[in-house]
């Protein structure tokens, strides 16, 4: 009798060995998880980086033509007719794709823009926040890697991101309106321009 608890002694003194090195293997693996996303963050490469809710008003081109709105008192509004109701959801939601905007590849050594499509972007986006501006210059896709070369304007460097942001904004204003009763003022406002 002696002998069988002798043995479930040390048969529970092992199960809590086996616990504690388990709980201990399954920290250790968490905290280099954590160290490693910590590093990736740190590694990458921004090419805008500032809060969407700082940017007090952004511009951009839709078939030829500008697109500017502004913010004030935290409403957005077309630059072109205040009048018109904007689904400020939809303009948070552009502004969002490229206040923080992530490069999966940076490129330095370059002999021209155009092999890019940046001598001629397909769209020039501007946003300002606070008293400073950013433009962004859109260009090609690359089709093997499936990522979108993007510059701005201020720095030599070329960037490729994931996302394309020619289809982003490719937003009339009509697009961005908060309802339908705003079509007719959006249709009047274009017509009057044409």
Do not use: C, H
């Not at 007090?56 to 957005?76: A, I, M, P």
């Not at 490069?103 to 606070?130: F, H, M």
Request: charged share 30%; hydrophobic share 35%; no cysteine.
């Amino acid at each position: 009798m002696q002998r069988q608890k002798k043995q479930f002694l040390i048969m529970v003194i092992l199960l809590v060995i086996g616990i504690f090195a388990y709980l201990g293997v399954r920290f250790y693996n968490g905290k280099q998880e954590e160290k490693k996303a910590a590093e990736e963050e740190q590694s990458k490469t921004l090419v805008t980086d500032f809060k969407s809710d700082d940017i007090t008003s952004f511009s951009y081109q839709y078939e030829g033509e500008l697109l500017e709105f502004v913010k004030e008192d935290g409403t957005w509004y077309y630059k072109g007719d205040r009048s018109i109701a904007m689904d400020q959801d939809q303009i948070s939601s552009l502004l969002d794709s490229v206040a923080r905007l992530n490069a999966e590849t940076k490129v330095s050594d370059y002999e021209t823009l155009a092999d890019y499509g940046l001598d001629k972007p397909q769209n020039i986006i501007v946003l300002t926040a606070q008293a400073s501006a950013t433009t962004l210059l859109l260009g090609n896709k690359n089709e093997m890697l499936s990522q979108y070369y993007v510059k701005t304007e201020a720095e030599p460097d070329v960037y490729l991101i994931s996302i394309s942001l020619a289809d982003v904004f490719g937003k009339s204003v009509s697009d961005l309106t908060k309802a339908e009763e705003n079509t007719e003022k959006v249709r009047e406002t274009e017509d009057s321009r044409e």
